[in-house]
């Protein structure tokens, strides 16, 4: 029997509202349409036990949490799959992940008093992305999407840094591709199905 091909693992970035779950999705489907396996993952999983004290942090604005405390329970919420990260992508699943160790390090970083090489470390060790999806979009769009501003990190102040510290990122890096999703929904979708097949 041949060795099956390790999985890709693919994360996508960007402000709040920039579209990450959609686009994650379609990607899904769009792989599984080319008979590729692909599996949805994203974070904050909110459903374990560092998920629920992260979700009453960003849905409380008056939960009080020290920001190297929250920075370490982001972290946390991830190191907590990285076994399932690591078999899936064995047995073969490509990941599209919907946020990854770069939230964890751009949302605290842009805060007052917090160091940026100081919130890199605990990410070190996580499996490392094939590619990255920078959702990029102006914040007069976002402020007008569903639901934008219902939680703790949702005002114009913080996401401006965030988008700024990405684009910093970006140009740091040469696995992340800009992708602009102020477009159609389908637009989007032709761009980032279009770089996949490139790279596959
Ligand atoms: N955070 C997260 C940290 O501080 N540290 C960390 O380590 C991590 C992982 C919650 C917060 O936590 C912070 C970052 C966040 O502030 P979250 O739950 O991922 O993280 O929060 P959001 O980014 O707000 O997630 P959402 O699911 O709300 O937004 P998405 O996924 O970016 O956007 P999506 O796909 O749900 O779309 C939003 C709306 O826009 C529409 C959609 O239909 C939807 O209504 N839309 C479009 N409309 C027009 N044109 C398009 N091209 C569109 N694309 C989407
Ligand atoms: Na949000």
Request: charged share 30%; with cysteine; glycine share 4%.
């Amino acid at each position: 029997m041949g060795q099956i091909k390790r999985g890709a693992l693919i994360v996508f970035e960007g402000v709040d509202k920039s579209g990450k779950s959609t686009h994650c999705k379609k990607l899904v489907e769009a792989l599984e349409n080319f008979k590729i396996k692909a599996k949805f993952m994203s974070f904050p999983d909110r459903s374990t036990l560092t998920g629920k004290l992260i979700d009453n942090y960003l849905r409380n604005k008056e939960c009080q949490l020290d920001d190297h405390a929250i920075h370490l329970l982001f972290t946390a919420n991830r190191w907590e799959k990285v076994d399932q990260i690591k078999s899936l992508l064995n047995d073969g699943v490509t990941l599209i992940v919907d946020r990854y160790s770069y939230s964890g390090i751009v949302y605290s970083a842009v805060k007052k008093n917090m160091d940026l090489n100081w919130c890199k470390q605990p990410e070190i060790g996580l499996p490392k992305p094939d590619m990255v999806f920078l959702l990029s979009i102006s914040q007069e769009e976002i402020m007008v999407r569903p639901g934008f501003g219902s939680e703790r990190y949702e005002h114009r102040e913080m996401q401006e840094k965030v988008a700024d510290m990405y684009l910093q990122l970006s140009r740091e890096c040469d696995n992340w591709e800009v992708i602009n999703t102020a477009r159609s929904i389908e637009d989007v979708q032709d761009r980032t199905c279009e770089e996949m097949c490139r790279e596959n």
